[in-house]
């Protein structure tokens, strides 16, 4: 699979139209010749997929131990400029407060929940904790600049931030759950085009979670 994020194809204008030179006869001789010549110019534009986040951060606000956020939303822009097939996840990883002077796990067994290893300070990312809800895809454009009658690509489905074989939570707050799938689209399936999407995380905080400020990171990848 290729992974793509955006990008521009340079102006080709230099290359492109007449050439003319003005060839100027010897001294002593009439008059002038003048030629004309031109040259073609190419440019192979491969297809590319992209992703835009409407907003850098999310924040759930203050949250009692014990008791769930309202649910944050955020809005994710993806781009297909050729209607090929791609995929888009999120990930996650646990929300740890640092001024507690939490430390982190040296190790963890692969598939387990409790990604957090039980340290003060650390709430984990798996799916009884942190949670979203994947909204449908909305069209913005398409490359015939109506959205009228696009076929959309198909939303994911939350299976829950959880570890696994292929993504261990060795460091709190650093290492990356499983993904799960936001957004996908196969080829000749659906309309090519620019997309949003809304997705709305939720958080349940542990009734014995310390308080304290918890940070972590969300991670969106768009493959095709």
Do not use: H
């Not at 090929?84 to 067994?109: K, N």
């Amino acid at each position: 699979m290729r992974r793509f994020w955006v990008g521009k194809v340079l102006p080709l204008a230099s290359a492109l139209g007449v050439v003319l030179w003005t060839v100027l006869g010897p001294a002593g001789t009439a008059g002038a010749t003048t030629q004309s010549a031109n040259q073609s110019a190419t440019v192979s534009v491969q297809c590319s997929v992209a992703m835009q986040l409407g907003t850098p951060t999310v924040s759930f606000g203050t949250v009692p131990p014990g008791q769930a956020s309202s649910p944050t939303t955020t809005v994710v822009y993806w781009t297909d400029t050729c209607g090929s097939t791609f995929t888009a996840t999120a990930a996650a990883t646990d929300l740890v407060d640092y001024s507690t002077g939490a430390s982190a796990p040296t190790t963890a067994t692969s598939g387990t929940p409790s990604s957090c290893g039980g340290n003060i300070g650390c709430i984990p990312l798996y799916d009884a904790d942190l949670g979203l809800s994947i909204g449908a895809p909305t069209c913005v454009s398409t490359p015939s600049g109506s959205c009228g009658g696009a076929t959309l690509p198909t939303k994911g489905t939350y299976t829950g931030f959880a570890l696994g074989a292929t993504c261990v939570d060795v460091t709190a707050g650093v290492d990356l759950s499983c993904p799960d799938t936001l957004l996908s689209g196969t080829s000749g399936q659906y309309t090519a085009g620019e997309y949003n999407q809304t997705v709305a995380y939720t958080l349940n905080v542990p009734s014995n979670a310390q308080t304290g400020n918890y940070t972590g990171w969300l991670q969106y990848t768009i493959t095709g």
